[in-house]
């Protein structure tokens, strides 16, 4: 078709927008919703020219170009013009008919106003020898011209920061994990040395992450550092680890104990009901997934302010042990390592859950590229954070030995609960709505951060490229936060949280040390690499033998969690070859995708991240 006439249907498509602009949308997504079995068996090759349209790559930089720089309301009105102009170039043997002299005409008195107007979201055309003109398709990867450019900003204070460590670790494991410690130590005198032993081992970590984190400046934390030293490969199992067993599970963890706390008031004499506890779970998943879609401001504020209501249930039982202690009842710590547990094996579960508890000191690493001033902040909100949980967390422990028996602890998860009936009479409904305020807090901690990582992986191509992708308005991860609020959700259908605990312990910690050996390797293959930070080669060496035990030992002490977790780790690989390594699919599994892709990026209005200038 002449490259005039595909013009002109552009002009004449803008001024009709206004009568065919609901229609025609209603029309494509109709044809999409009811076609959508043929189209997945066809894999889009041309199943009616109506469903191309929809999911044309054209489409989707001209709609989402207009989008970027016109706002919503302007670009749907445009957008119109595109979309004729496409059908035009597909029918054009009854759409268009031949130019005529009138029409040839008009076009040539239009104003130079006119015509900017008409061919400003005009796809882009090549003509070719024999007077022909085609679109050009564009590629997926576009990026659109806006204000500041469409890429995450660094909007994370220090004080931000602080909030997101604490309010990431500070969330189910203090009010769960004492139960699991004490299990597998024993005494009360060995649990609080083994909470004592997790937050100095959190602080090596973190004092290693420090250095990693301010050497390779991307969010991503260990998946970064890992596609760093030892190439695609590992990297890609670790954030397989990550993004299906760690952070969905541990977002159902956090969940399920905010929903039990929230239950416990209304069933004060009995066991809470599996259902509704975990529709709550659900639910809390839900609105936390739809504030990190919405802002970033919004979900640092929604971090900031349960951070300190959950600070100020410890502090409340801080002080109340401590009352306790004055009065004299400190009759659990006489003989406190007496039946203390030897076994290794054991105590290392006791080590899981501890860590659970502490499960969160990395996480600001995954959204480095948002903090400001990385260099000087990053290593500031680590070394406060991880000071401040470790005592909260040792004080806490003392106050619960101060009133509730080791015996009642084992028998009972809610050790939380079982403190405050004992001491707060009629008010002790106040400790599970704190409790519950804490979890909530850090279900949204981890929901923020886990978004950064699928982001990261599918900007690196080892995820699905959706991904990767930003909301053109309001510039969050929109299709990672959903991936995450849905996989969590799937984790929800087990309510076994210890269990859940050991699969997320043994993945946890095998990923976290590759992370710490990636120091060390980077430190011998690249010696000259800019590091702003540099900690002493014997913290990384202790981190890595400790890590060594913490992953070969529950193997031995809990075979079936351990070996499913690990089952699961070794998924990846095969996942890897397929749809990594394996470059020559069928041209049907490319066109799904990429169809599928730009309908997505329609429906949720996402670009990639422009690239920064250097």
Known sequence: MPANVEKEANWVALWTWSQADIVL????????????????????????????????PTIARDELDSLGRLGFREACRRRIGTL?????????TFLVPEESSESRQKRTTMSDKQKEAAYEHVPQVD??????????????????????????????????????????????GIFVSPRGVLAGTGSVGLSLVIWILCGVYSMIGAYCYAELGTAIVRSGADYAYMLEAFGPFVAFVRLWVECVIVRPCTTAIVALTFAYYVIEPLFPDCDQPGIPVTLLAAVCILVLTFVNCMDVTWATRVQDIFTYAK???????????????????????????????????????????????????????????ELKDPYKNLPKAIWIS??????????????????????????GA????????????????????????????????????????????????????????????????????LFMGLLSLVYLASSDIYALINYVGFATWLSIGLAIVSLLYLRYKRPNMPRPIKVHLVWPIIYTLVTIYLVVLPLYASPTETGIGLLIILTGVPVYVIFVVWKSKPKAFYNFMDNMTTFLQKLLVVVPEEKKAQ
């Not at 949980?389 to 084992?410: D, G, K, M, Q, R």
């Open 25 to 56: 949308r209603t029309v494509c997504i109709g044809w999409l919703i009811t076609n959508m079995h043929d189209f997945v068996a066809e894999a889009g090759e041309g199943l009616c020219p109506l469903l191309g349209l929809v999911t044309s």
């Open 84 to 92: 004729v102009v496409l059908i035009a170039s597909d029918w054009s």
């Open 127 to 172: 003509s070719k020898d024999n007077g022909e003109s085609i679109v050009i398709e564009n590629t997926i990867d576009f990026s659109i011209p806006s204000a500041g450019g469409v890429t995450l900003k660094p909007k994370i204070s220090l004080l931000n920061g602080i909030t997101v460590i604490v309010g990431s670790i500070i969330g189910s």
């Open 311 to 369: 600070m100020l249930a410890l502090i409340l039982i801080i002080i109340t042990g401590f009352v306790q202690l004055g009065r004299g009842e400190y009759e659990y710590f006489q003989n406190a390592f007496e039946d203390s547990k030897t076994d290794i094996g054991e105590i290392s579960l006791a080590f899981y859950s501890g860590l659970f508890a502490y499960n969160g000191w990395n996480y600001l690493n995954f959204v480095i590229e």
């Open 386 to 411: 991880i000071v401040l949980v470790t005592t909260v967390y040792t004080l806490t422990n003392i106050a619960y030995f101060t009133t509730v028996s080791p015996n009642e602890i084992l028998s």
């Open 414 to 481: 809610a050790v939380a609960v079982m403190f405050s009936k004992r001491l707060y009479s009629f008010m002790w409904w106040i400790m599970p709505i704190f409790v519950s305020l804490s979890t909530f807090g850090g279900v949204n901690g981890i929901l923020f951060t886990t978004a950064r990582l699928f982001y990261v992986g599918g900007r690196e191509g080892h995820m699905p490229q959706i991904l990767s992708m930003v909301q053109v308005q309001r510039l969050t991860p929109l299709p990672a936060v």
